[in-house]
């Protein structure tokens, strides 16, 4: 139905001396998705990732919270949080990508071009760490 930049924070707390450092790259994503309306959906993805420095002294340079709502029709309910957080985030992210291309180039840092998300691979991880965290919970108490 629509996609928007939520929030973007851009910093350049060295500039100009960090105009030809190659900045280190540490893409972290969080997918949530949260249901609006009867079978409407928010898909959210927030990116944090490209850094500067060393130790303590790293700041973050670009952090993104780019969102879509989607109407989802002819999926059974029980597959409409997957559809969210694998092929919602999947058709926003060429989207997010070249935001963040732009960005990144029109702040005078080296171009950058964010490689393809496995959105899939990230679900199941987040599915088997919600697994764990729920077998860990049903532990045994010591006397």
């Known amino acids: 139905m629509g996609q928007y930049i939520k929030d973007i924070v851009v910093r350049e707390p060295e500039c100009p001396s960090n105009l030809t450092a190659r900045p280190q790259i540490e893409l972290s994503v969080d997918l949530q998705a949260r249901q609006l309306e009867r079978r409407t959906f928010r898909s959210r993805a927030e990116a944090a990732g490209i850094r500067q420095g060393r130790g303590q002294n790293r700041h973050s340079l670009l952090e993104l919270v780019y969102a879509g709502l989607f109407h989802l029709q002819n999926i059974p309910d029980r597959f409409a949080s997957k559809s969210c957080l ?3 985030p999947h058709i926003l992210f060429p989207f997010a990508r070249r935001i963040v291309a732009d ?6 840092m080296p171009p950058l071009m964010i490689e393809p998300i496995d959105f ?13 965290m729920r077998a860990g919970d049903t532990g045994h108490l010591d006397a």
């Open 120 to 132: 899939a691979a990230l679900y199941r991880a987040k599915a088997m760490e919600m697994q764990q």
């Open 103 to 108: 960005i990144v180039r029109d702040g005078g």
């Open 86 to 88: 694998i092929e919602a």
